[in-house]
T-cell receptor
Framework: SQQGEEDPQALSIQEGENATMNCSYKTSINNLQWYRQNSGRGLVHLILIRSNEREKHSGRLRVTLDTSKKSSSLLITASRAADTASYFCATVLTGGGNKLTFGTGTQLKVEL | DAGITQSPRYKITETGRQVTLMCHQTWSHSYMFWYRQDLGHGLRLIYY???????DKGEVPDGYVVSRSKTENFPLTLESATRSQTSVYFC??????????????FGEGSRLTVL
């Protein structure tokens, strides 16, 4: 069973708009990570947020984590056509060592 | 070139044949992973390895075999391929961290079709 579930499954926006993706998970985590996957390519790490952190920024990316609700959100501000990709959250379970469990992903399309 | 490379990138085989997917990393990362990606399932962990000669099962290990005799290589073998193993396979590596898993570095994937 999937540990993380992203919402929405697909998102289409205009260039310049903000894109928000959500991730819910089921059990206690050590950290949560977001990855991007361009069509036909491998996944690329975007950002990591630890269980004791609530918010983190990296360039146009903002990630929040609410451990009480077991949820995280990824905000991409001022989206560009190049942001078109699938985005995955991945969790490291408490006591899970170095294994990551991935969600099913959100497909983001940014139109000109 | 530095990084993580997978081969072959594309493979078509027949049911019952043995297939080996190769993965090589140049960073000397301790951890290596094999995931499969299927529509509707995201990425699912098949096997992982914490170091040479140490491997462990992931979420969907049945029908797969791995080995890790050298730190840099982590081949995945399908001993008798089935149609349900048609998928895109990703190898990844990461450094060991006592704080838990850090960033994974992914290969470009191996697209396997079993006829």
């Amino acid at each position: 069973s999937q540990q993380g579930e992203e919402d929405p499954q697909a998102l289409s926006i205009q260039e310049g708009e903000n894109a928000t993706m959500n991730c819910s998970y089921k059990t206690s985590i050590n950290n949560l990570q977001w990855y991007r996957q361009n069509s036909g390519r491998g996944l690329v790490h975007l950002i990591l947020i630890r269980s004791n952190e609530r918010e983190k920024h990296s360039g146009r990316l903002r990630v929040t984590l609410d451990t009480s609700k077991k949820s995280s959100s990824l905000l991409i501000t001022a989206s560009r056509a190049a942001d078109t990709a699938s985005y995955f959250c991945a969790t490291v379970l408490t006591g899970g060592g170095n294994k990551l469990t991935f969600g099913t992903g959100t497909q983001l399309k940014v139109e000109l | 070139d530095a990084g993580i490379t997978q081969s072959p990138r594309y493979k078509i085989t027949e049911t019952g044949r043995q297939v080996t997917l190769m993965c090589h990393q140049t960073w000397s990362h301790s951890y290596m992973f094999w995931y499969r990606q299927d529509l509707g399932h995201g990425l699912r962990l098949i096997y992982y390895s914490a170091a040479a000669d140490i491997t462990d099962k992931g979420e969907v290990p049945d029908g797969y075999v791995v080995s890790r005799s050298k730190t840099e290589n982590f081949p995945l073998t399908l001993e008798s391929a089935t149609r349900s193993q048609t998928s895109v396979y990703f190898c990844a590596s990461s450094e060991w961290s006592r704080k838990g898993a850090g960033e994974l570095f992914f290969g470009e994937g191996s697209r396997l079709t079993v006829l």
